[in-house]
């Protein structure tokens, strides 16, 4: 049984499309997405589209739930009024779409327990590095499998009895080790293939490439409020 894991499109609709037509090329049993899916970029109703038409549970991440209004943090102005522009290119389907998200997944699968989740089993808003090593609690769950995304890094690691994996991003993917002061995002699309066997889990984590001028041209087209600076801060 082979399962595609894909999180954090961030409206990245460019991306998005790299991917599922990486994940048709390669062929996979099922499809999941850990969530972010609208928020933030320029494409989000065509990405909420594209999900649509895939064969795929969704779970809701923080950037879902901001749009919904549900999110408990303070967002700066500029988040803002990007969610208010965000809201303006969705009908009431895409809403109606993204309050179907769930808050997790359980599911067995030959006889293995799997966990799928945003951030942690409790929270779309914990974060989990690989160098974390304290306050693992959310995650000591009883599962085979668990995978979450939300921090848009490709890793995996066990974490008691079950083997954890993030998938990466979709539409916002970058280096964690550069300088802050030229923080980048990569024209690189990531998700992971999950293989469930007699043994147990493994994965394989995939990077798929994609136009950087295409997402440009859309993205400046969009109306999509400081449209320049986000295409900006990707790598060319």
Not at 21 to 41: K, M, P
Not at 49 to 62: K, Q, S
Not at 104 to 132: C, M, N, R, W, Y
Not at 190 to 199: D, K, L, R, S, W
């Amino acid at each position: 049984m082979r399962l595609a894991l894909l999180s954090d499109q961030h409206g990245n609709d460019v991306a998005f499309r790299s991917i599922v037509e990486d994940v048709e090329r390669i062929g996979v049993d099922r499809i999941f997405c850990l969530g972010d899916v609208a928020q933030g970029g320029a494409q989000p109703a065509q990405t909420l589209d594209r999900l649509a038409g895939l064969d795929c549970e969704t779970i809701l991440g923080n950037a879902d739930a901001f749009l919904l209004g549900e999110d408990n943090e303070e967002p700066t102005p500029e988040l803002v009024e990007v969610r208010e522009w965000t809201l303006s290119c969705l009908d009431d389907r895409h809403l109606d779409q993204i309050r179907s998200f769930s808050p997790t997944i359980e599911l067995e699968l030959e006889g293995q327990k799997l966990l799928f989740f945003h951030a942690s089993p409790q929270s779309f808003d914990d974060v989990l590095l690989p160098d974390t090593d304290d306050d693992l609690d959310p995650w000591l769950v009883d599962a085979d499998l668990l995978a979450g995304g939300h921090t848009h890094k490709q890793w995996t690691r066990r974490l008691g009895q079950a083997l954890f994996v993030n998938p990466g991003a979709v539409g916002l993917a970058y280096d964690y080790h550069q300088p802050e002061d030229d923080f980048r995002f990569d024209a690189v699309a990531e998700y992971a293939v999950v293989t469930i066997g007699p043994h147990g889990p493994s994965v394989e984590f995939r990077r798929v490439r994609y136009s950087l001028e295409e997402l440009r041209r859309a993205v400046l087209a969009s109306g999509r409020p400081n449209a320049e600076h986000h295409i900006g801060r990707y790598r060319e």
